[in-house]
């Protein structure tokens, strides 16, 4: 049921982890301006997102995101119709900036305010820049807190088709990197020394790879130490890409069964894994052999950004109208799944 359809501009800010996002989407599709102010030389030096460090980050700098992204889409204050704010999963330091700065801002301009699940926000970055989608789709979102296999039904309507059970498929991307010694964030690293390194060279066990659609990454990452403990001198861009190839592996056969399954028109990639060359690669191979339609958001809608906040947000408006001003951050926002 549509409640509402006078919500044309909206601002969408982002702040569950360690990137400062704002962004100008219009009509939930028109991206005017995206912009993401990352942590990631605050963090580096200690090897992962420091909550604290983090919510400093974005306090500091939050309204300078915002006055450049209303900057770049050349919106006045005016032409903007409600606010859209990531109030969950994530850092609840982090979480509450965003959700506290979009209150302040609904307020002063008069405007509704819209919570919006992070995760809903990913499942919609591939629908933002192809709205012709055809449903239903099975979205593999893989991200540093999440992975899981989701059948994407209808606006609002989700199901839930794996998940991990240890993992996320990005934390096992960074805890790998951090053994080899690539630094923070690891994926992006693994995804780049992977190119010089053999990826036949360690077969790496393929975990839970015959077992339904649940993923398991945590005893991937210890067989990579394991490794590399017994075999100190082997290269470490042919662990990487080792490592890369099992992973990839398990995300692509479970993707492909699960679209199999529920009668899937196509396939969507989202969260920040997403933007790893061989799964885009194996993705699409993997549409074009199996008959899917594929969807591939472009890498920086991959990972965090607040136009797939705005653009969720405009969705969620339409259905069930603002959010009330005593929202709060909640750090572990479920996503309502359909039984
Ligand atoms: O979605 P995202 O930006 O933030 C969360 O909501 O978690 O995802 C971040 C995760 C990190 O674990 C990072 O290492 C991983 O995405 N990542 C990648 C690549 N780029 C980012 N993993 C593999 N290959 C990449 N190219
Ligand atoms: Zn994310």
């Given at each position: 049921m549509t409640i509402s359809d006078d919500v044309h501009t909206i601002l969408g800010i982002e702040t569950s982890c360690d990137e400062t996002a704002a962004a100008v989407v219009s009509d939930g599709t028109v991206v005017r301006s995206n912009v993401v102010s990352s942590q990631v030389d605050l963090h580096a030096r200690f090897g992962g997102v420091v909550p604290e460090v983090a919510g400093r980050a974005h306090e500091s700098i939050i309204m300078s995101v915002v006055v450049e992204a209303l900057v770049e889409a050349a919106a006045e204050d005016s032409e903007i119709d409600a606010v859209a704010v990531t109030?969950?999963?994530?850092l609840v330091g982090s979480l509450l900036i965003g959700v506290a700065a979009a209150k302040a801002l609904a307020l002063v301009w008069g405007v509704p305010c819209i919570g919006v699940n992070h995760l809903e926000a990913h499942l919609y970055a591939a629908l933002l820049e192809e709205p012709d989608l055809e449903l239903p789709v099975v979205v593999l979102l893989v991200s540093g807190g999440h992975t899981m296999l989701v059948l994407f039904e209808g606006h609002g309507r989700y199901r839930l088709l794996g998940s991990t059970l240890d993992d996320a498929a990005g934390e096992a991307f960074d805890k790998v990197a951090r053994y080899l010694g690539l630094g923070y964030p690891g994926g992006p690293a693994i995804d780049r020394i992977s190119n010089e390194g053999d990826p036949t060279a360690v077969q790496f066990t393929r975990a839970m790879m015959h077992d339904g659609l649940d993923f398991s990454f945590s005893g991937m990452k210890t067989a990579v130490i394991n490794h590399v403990r017994s075999n100190p001198d082997v290269g470490t861009a042919d662990v990487a890409a080792s490592f890369q190839a099992a992973v990839v592996d398990v995300l692509i056969h479970k993707t492909r069964l699960a679209a199999e399954q529920n009668n899937a028109r196509g396939i969507c990639l989202a969260g920040g894994v997403a933007a790893n060359s061989l799964l885009r690669e194996r993705t699409l191979e993997l549409c074009t052999n199996g008959g899917f339609q594929d969807f591939l958001p472009s890498r920086s809608m991959c990972t965090d950004n607040a136009a797939m906040v705005a653009a969720v947000g405009w969705w969620n408006y339409r259905q069930a109208g603002a959010s009330p001003l005593d929202m709060g951050a909640d750090p572990s926002l479920k996503l309502p799944f359909l039984d």
């Open positions: 109030r969950g999963p994530g």
